[in-house]
């Protein structure tokens, strides 16, 4: 079975440009997660779809970060512009059920984001 | 709401010697708690995870890890370490309603010297 795919790997920008993250989630699963890991500390949830529909995004700069998954399966999210502290690895996760707590969440490999 | 405070940010230890990587968590309410292994350059593995049942819960590569609720805490052990077992690990929780987020503790560099 294939794990959850990202892309790119790594990117670097330079501030106030504008940089996007692609991510494609285990065939099959439902909710979609991402996460934003600064260096040294754990992952923070920033925004979480079921199917095509957001279910927490309290976390989303909304000034300046933005997600979308259209058609309920692949995801963007968009930094628009970045700043320096913006410098993190952003993590895509998948999981079959959000109705389950007991629901496994997989982690992709995720985007190193260096802001200079 | 819930937080988690992982104790220690940095545990070296020798090769074969024991380990135990302490978390603590805070929440008003009750929750599934999980231990997750981050392998250099790759993403975050579940390593293991308790739900309900038997307190203490064990992964496949022979890492164990105990609730006590009375001390809120999940601490994570293994009797024999490997040079393989070099990772930084992250403790998380879940609150058991189905859309409660999973929220994770800084991490723990677990580095093993020969």
């Known amino acids: 079975e294939a794990g959850v795919a990202q892309s790119p790997r790594y990117k670097i920008i330079e501030k106030r440009q504008s940089v996007a993250f692609w991510c494609n989630p285990i065939?099959?699963?439902?909710?979609l997660y991402w996460y934003q890991q600064i260096l040294g500390q754990g992952p923070k949830l920033l925004i979480q779809?079921?199917?095509?529909?957001?279910?927490?995004d309290s976390q989303l700069p909304k000034d300046r970060f933005s997600a979308e998954r259209l058609k309920g399966v692949d995801s963007t999210l968009k930094i628009q512009p970045a700043k320096l502290e913006d410098s993190a690895v952003y993590l895509c996760?998948?999981?079959?059920?959000?109705?389950?707590?007991?629901?496994?969440?997989?982690f992709g490999p995720g985007t190193r984001l260096t802001v200079l | 709401a819930q937080s988690v405070t992982q104790l220690d940010s940095q545990v070296p230890v020798f090769e074969e010697a024991p380990v135990e990587l302490r978390c603590n968590y805070s929440?008003?309410?009750?929750?599934?708690l999980f231990w997750y292994v981050q392998y250099p350059n790759q993403g975050l593995q579940l390593l293991l995870k308790?739900?309900?049942?038997?307190?203490l819960v064990e992964s496949i590569n022979g890492f164990e890890a105990e609730f006590n609720k009375s001390q809120t805490s999940f601490h994570l052990r293994k009797p024999s370490v490997h040079i393989s077992d070099t990772a930084e690990y992250f403790c998380?929780?879940?609150?058991?309603?189905?859309?409660?987020?999973?929220?994770f503790g800084q991490g723990t560099r677990l580095t093993i010297n020969p």
């Open positions: 308790y739900l309900s049942g038997s307190t």
């Open positions: 779809f079921q199917n095509n529909g957001v279910v927490d």
């Open positions: 065939s099959g699963h439902a909710t």
């Open positions: 996760a998948s999981s079959l059920d959000l109705r389950g707590a007991r629901d496994t969440q997989y």
């Open positions: 929440s008003s309410v009750s929750v599934y």
């Open positions: 998380a929780v879940r609150g058991l309603q189905g859309a409660q987020k999973l929220v």
